[in-house]
């Protein structure tokens, strides 16, 4: 589907809202959106924990913000207003639910919807751009791209994945140079495990802490391919025994030959993906059992994605520029897009922001090409690092407090008046 363009309307309020799995970044997209709506005299509301705070009628008054706390956002993480995983069923499905939501955006005068998260939230986004027509109220709604995952679709990344990347690559480094320092006496195996689903973007990023065959990551496991346990075994033997000691970083959707996740840990979330964490004991297990090495593991779990002191300035920096990109686009009257990220060189790493069709987007999963891993399934290749390098670059200066942590901003969040009757979704 192309973007649909409608007569640009200049009257009306802008509602953004904040998807899915939050990152270090998200809320310099907010504060993109909100910078560029004031600028052009647009009131933002943003709904509380996502979508539900859109049916709930559950709106802040993001006016009532001083310019500095807005600005505060872009070194912040979390989600300033919440964030939510809800699936909205289709239009045949649950007609009340868009027939609310149409409803909350005619109380407050809602023309535009921004909906800021990942392929899911694409999908809600998606939605709502179609049930403007049919239930009779213009209402653009933009897809703003977040996911740590680095798996939508049509763009060349995701803001939130270049600040975990380069956790991952950092603490990968860091780790390593620890297990190397006492593994004569002590560990010989170290297991770091990462985020990422289905798709080994974030695991493929620890290759950037080393290269060559003795620097760690010695072995990564990526969801797209297999786990195979004897070659595993084998390739972490002949690293101990050549090398010393030995650095795996396994994707949390490592999965067996039969498809399964090597650890699920049982609990599904509004979309039917399953909650995962846990690959890193399982392999120490294993590691133990049959090798008979010392070891550790790590988990980082929601550490790597709201690592904000160690976030990149390339990520920080497109985390903005979609959310203005986006206001631009919802204001110039456009609908169903999405302001992807496009890369026009390596080297030097130069990028755009274009408007794609969501449509193009909604529910799809972008995986790790083959050509980025390597032949033997354990590392990355060359044309991985070309593409991964540039997105960790640079370093975004958080301001610190006389107590040593991070000067965070708590928002005011506002509750806007309700207008309507309660609904529960
Ligand atoms: O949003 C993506 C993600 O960070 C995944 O990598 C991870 O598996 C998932 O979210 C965790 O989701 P939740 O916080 O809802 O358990």
Known sequence: MSPVRRSSATAGNLLYAQSGGVTSVINATAAGVIEAARARGVKVYAARNGILGALREDLIDTSKETASAITALRHTPGGAFGSCRYKLKSLADNRAEYERLIEVFRAHDIRWFLYNGGNDSADTALKLSQIGKTLGYDIRCIG???????????????PGFGSVAKYTAISTLEASLDVASMAETSTKVFILEVMGRHAGWIAAAAGLAGEGADAAPHIILFPENAFDEAAFLARVKATVERVGWC????????????????????????????QLGGVAPVLAALVKEKLGYKYHWALPDYLQRSARHAASKVDAEQA???GRAAVDYALAGMNAVMPVIVRTSDAPYRWKIEPAPLAKIANREKKMPRSFISRDGFGITAAARRYLAPLIRGEAPLPYGRNGLPSYVQLKNAAVTARLPAFKP
């Open 320 to 322: 903005f520029a979609v």
């Open 247 to 274: 650095t795996v970083v396994a994707s949390e959707g490592v999965r067996n030959a039969a498809g399964q996740f090597l650890a699920e840990a049982g609990t599904r979330d509004a979309f039917g993906h399953a």
């Open 144 to 158: 703003v791209p977040k996911t740590v995952d680095n798996d939508l679709a049509v763009t060349d990344c995701c």
